[in-house]
């Protein structure tokens, strides 16, 4: 029998099902009487979950990034649907089947890879193409940047997020650059390689899409420039000479300015002319594929507005409501 899965839930239905834990608080009510809040997801999204009357022993007997068999039933609160539970089991882990509960790319990781080692090593500047070959060599990097998800809630945030957003990227910087010849075509594609490789150690996406403690206390832009200090090092191994101080320190500027404003994370802003290009090109990525997300998530086919966004501070319009045209037709 097949599973029932997060964006397929109604209000009004019996749940018996199993799901990921990824977030778990422990609360009290006002009479003091303690429950449970859940964030439950499968591969198609998450919904939030109560169980009444908890305990601390019960609390404790699981944590996030475990399974739990649940039982209970859906119903809308505050415009929202959850579940109010009335059992729980945990799940031995050997027992799921993991992309059952992780979303994934719905493209080829594999043909995404081979795209990306076809246009950076490609690159006609030495050093640069060496530099890449050092990541690329690098089996236990490879497999954390093919698995990696972009972000956790934001843009690409599903395994293998990360390498379809980079080669998305580079696809448009391909397409672009014969329009800008005052942009250093290589130094271009190499930064977007690299703005967010930190991310491969900043998040944890085998069990759940979290952050890592040094990714809470350190963040991608610092990890990446630790990264890339590391690949120059084994290049300059690789090539018998020093790699160019000019070049590590306009992919450094890159890697910290690419979020563009300093209220956005950047430590710096983007000063040259390629580390502009990569915040554009990343911001435009991430605008789009966040809208279309919102706009095709959006389970409401009788509106032709999505509800309000906080994150993107406003509602999307999806067109003329689907209800409308079905009784047109």
């Known amino acids: 029998m097949s599973r029932i899965y997060v964006n397929q839930l109604t209000h009004g239905e019996s749940i018996d099902e199993v799901?990921?834990?990824?977030?778990?608080?422990?609360?009290?009510?006002?009479?003091?009487?303690?429950?449970?809040?859940?964030?439950?997801?499968?591969?198609?999204?998450?919904?939030?979950?109560?169980?009444w009357n908890a305990t601390e022993e019960l609390s404790r007997s699981f944590?996030?990034?475990?399974?739990?068999?649940?039982?209970?039933?859906?119903?809308?609160?505050?415009?929202?649907l959850q579940i109010i539970l009335t059992h729980l089991d945990g799940?031995?882990?050997?027992?799921?089947?993991?992309?059952?509960f992780l979303p994934q790319s719905t493209q080829n990781v594999g043909k995404l890879?081979?795209?990306?080692?076809?246009?950076?090593?490609?690159?006609?500047?030495?050093?640069l193409r060496a530099l890449v070959e050092c990541f690329l060599i690098d089996e236990d990097f490879v497999r954390k940047f093919t698995l990696a998800p972009a972000g956790i809630k934001n843009h690409h945030a599903y395994q293998g997020g990360l390498v379809e957003h980079v080669t998305t990227l580079l696809n448009i910087a391909d397409r672009i650059a014969p329009f800008y010849p005052e942009v250093d075509r290589d130094l271009l594609l190499t930064g977007i390689f690299l703005h967010d490789?930190?991310?491969?150690?900043?998040?944890?996406?085998?069990?759940?899409?979290?952050?890592?403690?040094?990714?809470?206390?350190?963040?991608?832009?610092?990890?990446?420039?630790?990264?890339?200090?590391?690949?120059?090092?084994?290049?300059?191994?690789?090539?018998?000479?020093?790699?160019?101080?000019?070049?590590?320190?306009?992919?450094?500027?890159?890697?910290?300015?690419?979020?563009g404003a300093y209220e956005f994370g950047s430590p710096k802003l983007p000063m040259t002319l390629e580390a502009m290009a990569l915040h554009l090109i990343d911001n435009l990525d991430a605008k789009i594929h966040a809208y279309t997300r919102e706009i095709r998530d959006d389970p409401s086919r009788e509106s032709s507005w999505t509800p309000f966004q906080q994150s993107l501070g406003r509602r999307l319009y999806k067109g003329a409501s689907t209800q409308a045209e079905d009784v047109e037709e």
Do not use: W
Not at 30 to 48: A, F, H, M, P, V
Not at 202 to 209: C, G, N, Q
């Open 19 to 51: 799901f990921l834990v990824t977030d778990k608080q422990l609360r009290a009510n006002r009479q003091g009487n303690l429950y449970l809040q859940l964030e439950l997801r499968d591969k198609t999204g998450s919904i939030g979950a109560r169980l």
């Open 63 to 80: 944590e996030p990034g475990d399974y739990l068999k649940i039982r209970g039933k859906t119903q809308v609160f505050q415009g929202s």
């Open 91 to 100: 799940i031995d882990a050997g027992r799921i089947q993991p992309e059952d």
């Open 113 to 127: 890879m081979s795209r990306l080692r076809e246009l950076l090593l490609a690159m006609r500047t030495p050093h």
């Open 197 to 259: 490789i930190g991310k491969v150690s900043e998040l944890s996406y085998d069990r759940s899409f979290s952050y890592t403690d040094e990714g809470q206390l350190v963040g991608h832009l610092v990890m990446g420039v630790e990264m890339l200090a590391e690949k120059v090092r084994q290049c300059d191994e690789l090539m018998g000479e020093p790699f160019p101080h000019e070049l590590h320190i306009r992919l450094k500027h890159m890697i910290v300015s690419h979020h």
